[in-house]
């Protein structure tokens, strides 16, 4: 109710301001889908030797970015950045939380505004299913604490150990749903609440917010999907996972064009951040808990036909926090005028209006320590101590990669997007602009050893450390 009343004051503040924005004749459904640690190089359409034609079908269709990045590499900070538009430094959520003492009263903000609340204000209806992982117990975090009207899922990360059984419960708003489910059971009750709310009678626009837990562990795909890809061994469990994600993308698909509002609806889809030790970033290096692009580029794809023309491969550099301030053009929502909004409005981009991308930079944290910046073309690495890491990254191994660095790294990601050839003795103006880059994001959302000017406290004592 707090965050409703805070939406509901800025907008009236800003019509008042600035006038009505300018709506679309027809306010979109918007869907989004967000996966859970699938690499940059799991779908077909990315490289993967392993199609997963639904997924594909829907990049054809549509709009398919090969530099899409997020605002964090591991779970709980990048759905914060997702959902609110903004850095998690600077929103107050740099560290993903977990069911330990410690993170009792850890959440996103209640003073933070999210894609929710704000189409909520503008007449949408905002349901979410699937993994929430920002506080569901936190006074104020819960999803219906944060814009959304309907929530279906496990709160946080399904764990196996016998002794947790509320991390494998669905709740359906505040109430258990099923407790103790088999993992196996959990995509499937998804997709239908997901497919069934669609074919379902509506008098609003809607917002769908359908966080996977694909392709996260348990890698534990459902019987029909067992040997689906046809690989064997471990890589083959894996593989069969990501075509049962393909699948559910599919029947979400399907169940729009079923309804007949396919022109009048949105579909997006991303992972939450690079792949931990199952999936493949190829041709990208890292993955999940390092600041290297497989730990930050992602899948993005937008179809919405009629508006989104098909087949379009993108190479401008967007991020997931785009997503709030787009959805708000989208829906004739004015954004609040009393905090800074790290996203940027792509809709021209996705229209085909323009291919220049919105930003000039990015900054990549890993917890608290800011250890890179880019433009679009360069990528400025600066020297990091294990000391320096949070828990998720203390040392190097498997797709853990220069977690530490003794010296600076310049990488030309257009000719190497892998990252392997340090340029930065060719480029020394390049990289005294980066530098500069980076003390401005230091001094304005923080750094491991500087709370920065514009950066919501966190409220955690040692926040690098998981205990």
Same mark, same amino acid.
């Given at each position: 109710?707090?965050?409703?009343?805070? =939406?509901?004051?800025?907008?009236?503040?800003?019509?008042?301001?600035?006038?009505?924005?300018a709506?679309?004749?027809?306010? %979109?459904?918007?869907?989004?889908?967000?996966?859970?640690?699938?690499?940059?190089? *799991?779908l077909?359409?990315?490289?993967?030797?392993?199609?997963?034609?639904?997924?594909?079908?829907?990049?054809?269709?549509?709009?398919?970015?090969?530099?899409?990045?997020?605002?964090? +590499?591991?779970?709980?900070?990048?759905?914060?950045?997702?959902?609110?538009?903004?850095?998690?430094?600077?929103?107050?959520?740099?560290?993903?939380?977990? %069911?330990l003492?410690?993170?009792?009263?850890?959440?996103?903000s209640?003073?933070?505004l999210?894609?929710?609340?704000?189409? /909520?204000?503008?007449?949408? !209806?905002?349901?979410?299913?699937?993994?929430?992982?920002?506080?569901?117990?936190?006074?104020?975090?819960?999803?219906?604490?944060?814009?959304?009207?309907?929530?279906?899922?496990?709160?946080? +990360?399904?764990?196996?150990e016998?002794?947790?059984?509320?991390?494998?419960?669905?709740?359906?708003?505040?109430?258990?749903?099923?407790k103790?489910?088999?993992?196996?059971?959990?995509?499937?009750?998804?997709?239908?609440?997901?497919?069934?709310?669609?074919?379902?009678?509506?008098?609003? %626009?809607?917002?769908?917010?359908?966080?996977? !837990?694909?392709?996260?562990?348990?890698?534990?795909?459902?019987?029909?999907?067992?040997?689906?890809?046809?690989v064997?061994?471990?890589?083959?469990?894996?593989?069969?996972?990501?075509?049962?994600?393909?699948?559910?993308?599919?029947?979400v698909?399907a169940?729009?064009?079923?309804?007949?509002?396919?022109?009048?609806?949105?579909?997006?889809?991303?992972?939450? +951040?690079?792949?931990?030790?199952?999936?493949?970033?190829?041709?990208?290096?890292?993955?999940?808990?390092?600041?290297?692009?497989?730990? !930050?580029?992602?899948?993005?794809?937008?179809?919405?036909?009629?508006?989104?023309?098909?087949?379009?491969?993108?190479?401008?550099?967007?991020?997931?926090?785009?997503?709030?301030?787009?959805?708000?053009?989208?829906?004739g929502?004015?954004?609040?005028?009393?905090? /800074?909004?790290?996203?940027?409005?792509?809709?021209?981009?996705?229209?085909?209006?323009?291919?220049?991308?919105?930003?000039?930079?990015?900054?990549?944290?890993?917890?608290?320590?800011?250890?890179?910046?880019?433009?679009?073309?360069? /990528?400025?690495?600066?020297?990091?101590?294990?000391?320096?890491?949070?828990?998720?990254?203390?040392?190097?191994?498997g797709?853990?990669?220069?977690?530490?660095?003794?010296?600076?790294?310049?990488?030309?990601?257009?000719?190497?997007?892998?990252?392997?050839?340090?340029?930065?003795?060719?480029? %020394?103006?390049?990289?005294g602009?980066?530098?500069?880059?980076? *003390?401005? =994001?230091?001094?304005?959302?923080?750094?491991?050893?500087?709370?920065?000017?514009?950066?919501?406290?966190?409220?955690?004592?040692?926040?690098?450390?998981?205990?």
């Amino acid at each position: 109710m707090k965050r409703l009343m805070i =939406a509901t004051a800025l907008m009236a503040a800003a019509l008042m301001s600035t006038g009505l924005a300018a709506e679309p004749a027809s306010k %979109p459904n918007i869907i989004l889908i967000f996966a859970d640690d699938l690499g940059y190089g *799991d779908l077909g359409c990315y490289g993967s030797p392993v199609k997963t034609p639904k997924i594909d079908a829907l990049a054809k269709e549509g709009f398919r970015s090969t530099d899409c990045l997020v605002a964090a +590499n591991v779970c709980g900070p990048s759905r914060a950045a997702l959902l609110t538009g903004r850095y998690p430094m600077r929103m107050g959520h740099p560290i993903s939380r977990h %069911p330990l003492p410690k993170y009792e009263k850890y959440g996103i903000s209640p003073e933070e505004l999210t894609i929710a609340e704000l189409l /909520k204000s503008g007449g949408y !209806h905002t349901r979410m299913v699937g993994k929430w992982h920002l506080g569901f117990y936190v006074e104020g975090s819960h999803p219906l604490d944060a814009g959304f009207d309907e929530y279906f899922g496990l709160h946080g +990360n399904y764990i196996t150990e016998k002794s947790r059984v509320d991390e494998r419960t669905i709740y359906r708003n505040r109430e258990v749903f099923q407790k103790d489910v088999d993992f196996t059971e959990v995509t499937k009750l998804y997709t239908n609440e997901v497919v069934d709310f669609i074919k379902g009678e509506h008098d609003k %626009p809607f917002f769908i917010y359908f966080a996977h !837990h694909i392709a996260h562990t348990p890698i534990e795909p459902s019987a029909s999907f067992k040997g689906a890809s046809g690989v064997k061994g471990r890589a083959g469990v894996y593989s069969d996972f990501v075509l049962e994600l393909d699948d559910s993308v599919g029947s979400v698909h399907a169940a729009v064009e079923e309804a007949g509002i396919a022109d009048n609806t949105l579909i997006v889809f991303l992972s939450d +951040n690079g792949p931990a030790r199952d999936g493949s970033a190829k041709p990208l290096s890292g993955g999940k808990y390092v600041t290297m692009e497989g730990g !930050h580029r992602v899948p993005g794809i937008f179809c919405w036909p009629e508006t989104i023309p098909a087949g379009q491969v993108s190479e401008a550099m967007i991020t997931s926090m785009d997503l709030l301030p787009t959805f708000c053009h989208l829906a004739g929502v004015e954004l609040p005028s009393d905090r /800074k909004i790290d996203g940027k409005d792509i809709s021209g981009l996705l229209t085909g209006k323009t291919q220049a991308s919105p930003h000039e930079f990015f900054f990549y944290y890993n917890g608290l320590n800011l250890q890179a910046v880019r433009n679009e073309r360069w /990528k400025l690495h600066f020297p990091r101590t294990a000391k320096d890491q949070p828990y998720w990254a203390k040392q190097d191994s498997g797709k853990r990669v220069h977690t530490t660095l003794k010296k600076p790294l310049l990488f030309d990601l257009d000719a190497d997007a892998g990252e392997k050839k340090n340029v930065i003795a060719q480029h %020394p103006e390049v990289v005294g602009e980066l530098k500069k880059q980076a *003390d401005r =994001a230091r001094k304005e959302i923080g750094d491991i050893d500087v709370v920065g000017s514009d950066q919501r406290p966190h409220g955690l004592i040692d926040p690098q450390e998981k205990q």
